[in-house]
């Protein structure tokens, strides 16, 4: 047995697989059917040429720089590659006015823009008037939501395309024709058992770049035999795998999308699913903290009366994590998405406070009824503040009828207790309140 090494390949060979194998056709195309499928609407303008701005948004690895480039060989354009991470104003000025001289020439140029969510909003601004001028055809790519990441106004003169994760079966073959293709690793002869190449496109997790890369990565740490055959093992395979890349970026869309699905998870009393979405968060390295805040608040916003032991948790578990940080810290938060998971469920706080919200939107800022006002002065006294306040404490019920509502908000309810969990005891004890003072 010898080590396979990536010296013994050609000096042609040396570009990544992944560069080697990148589509230049739509035929050659992997996935995206339900954009450049027959009769699909991207598919249509290519054929047509009758490219207009657009955004191709979608996860790493799942075509949005093939398909653009594949855009350019269809059209009669220019086509000019942009790079948000390398270029900035100075660089797009000049490759704006070259296009408006060709605009004048009755020239179109197709600008291509990878990771244009990295350009701020000055950059971004300066492309705004050539692409309503016609000057230029954008085409931007980006991982995170256009929605939060592209001016409004540069966004609502492009159209947004989705690109979809590719399927394991789009990977798949995707590897079959990598260990094909002359371009990639035909000549080299590879032995890998099908469930191996299954192993990776599970993996990629959608990621073609990734599937590949990682196919190439097995083949470079796999053994040749005397027979000149490289064999890739399922323990080369489980050391090519062994930690897998999230799509997790803190502050863009994946962001808000894991909280979301981990409180809704908690809402709807599922801690298997609030205890997976939880650890994705953590694993995509996310700040326990920010999960532990987020905790805090489902314990009054989800749960509130209905248990109160639920915020003093949720509380005790966020110290927990300022104590120990990552990562021992998650079997405390852990403990707390499956107690808030299974705790009763109440609203009525939310709902007090949004609904209390509202009226002060919505109503004058009426004065605080003079009874309940603070007469700490002869001058405050004589102009009655405090007058008529009963003082609870020195009645036999420790309770009174006096109003302490403004006028226009009398008998007005906001907090409205359910029956869930220990919010049902504190109900029966409001109703009685409640009774007792429409009692004459």
């Not at 948004?57 to 350019?72: D, H």
């Not at 399927?167 to 073959?173: G, H, N, P, R, V």
């Not at 002060?360 to 001058?379: C, F, K, M, S, Y």
């Amino acid at each position: 047995m010898e080590q396979f090494s990536l010296f013994d390949r050609k000096r042609d060979e040396l570009s990544p697989l992944a560069d080697r194998l990148r589509p230049e056709t739509l035929s050659e195309y992997a996935g995206q059917e339900h954009l450049v499928g027959e009769g699909k609407i991207l598919r249509t303008l290519i054929d047509k040429d009758q490219i207009s701005s657009m955004i191709f948004w979608g996860p790493p690895g799942v075509g949005k720089t093939t398909l653009a480039r594949i855009i350019a060989h269809r059209s009669r354009a220019e086509f000019v590659d942009f790079s948000a991470v390398t270029s900035g104003i100075k660089e797009i000025r000049q490759v704006m006015e070259r296009a408006e001289a060709g605009r004048k020439m009755g020239l179109r140029t197709f600008l291509f823009i990878d990771e244009i969510h990295r350009f701020n909003k000055a950059q971004q601004d300066a492309f705004l008037p050539y692409v309503e001028k016609g000057s230029i055809v954008l085409i931007g790519a980006t991982t995170e939501n256009p929605s939060f990441e592209i001016n409004s106004a540069l966004l609502s003169r492009c159209k947004v395309f989705v690109l979809r994760a590719l399927t394991e079966s789009d990977i798949l073959k995707l590897l079959h024709h990598a260990l094909e293709s002359p371009k990639g690793l035909a000549g080299m002869n590879v032995e890998i058992a099908e469930d191996e190449l299954e192993v990776i496109a599970r993996f990629a997790n959608g990621d073609a770049r990734t599937a590949l890369n990682t196919l190439e990565m097995a083949v470079f740490n796999a053994n040749i035999g005397a027979d000149g055959v490289i064999h890739v093992t399922k323990e080369v395979i489980l050391e090519c795998t062994n930690r897998r890349s999230l799509l997790y970026d803190k502050k863009g869309e994946e962001h808000y999308n894991l909280i979301s699905a981990l409180h809704k998870s908690m809402r709807n009393s599922d801690p298997d699913a609030a205890v997976y979405w939880m650890s994705r968060m953590l694993d995509g390295g996310e700040d326990p903290l920010y999960i532990a805040r987020r905790l805090i608040r489902f314990a009054s916003e989800d749960v509130g009366m209905a248990d109160p032991e639920a915020l003093r948790l949720a509380v005790s578990v966020y110290q927990a994590c300022q104590f120990l940080g990552v990562p021992e810290c998650d079997v405390h938060l852990t403990h707390a998405v499956v107690y808030l998971s299974m705790a009763p469920k109440s609203n009525a706080l939310y709902m007090a406070r949004e609904a209390a919200k509202q009226d002060i939107h919505d109503a004058p800022a009426e004065p605080v009824p003079l009874q309940i006002r603070n007469g700490v002065t002869g001058l405050m006294r004589d102009l009655d503040y405090g007058k008529g306040y009963i003082y609870a404490h020195d009645t036999e019920e420790k309770l009174s009828k006096m109003q302490c509502l403004p006028d226009s908000l009398k008998d007005k309810r906001y907090y409205i207790p359910t029956d869930q969990g220990k919010e049902k005891a504190v109900k029966e004890k409001l109703d009685a309140i409640l009774k007792w003072k429409q009692e004459p």
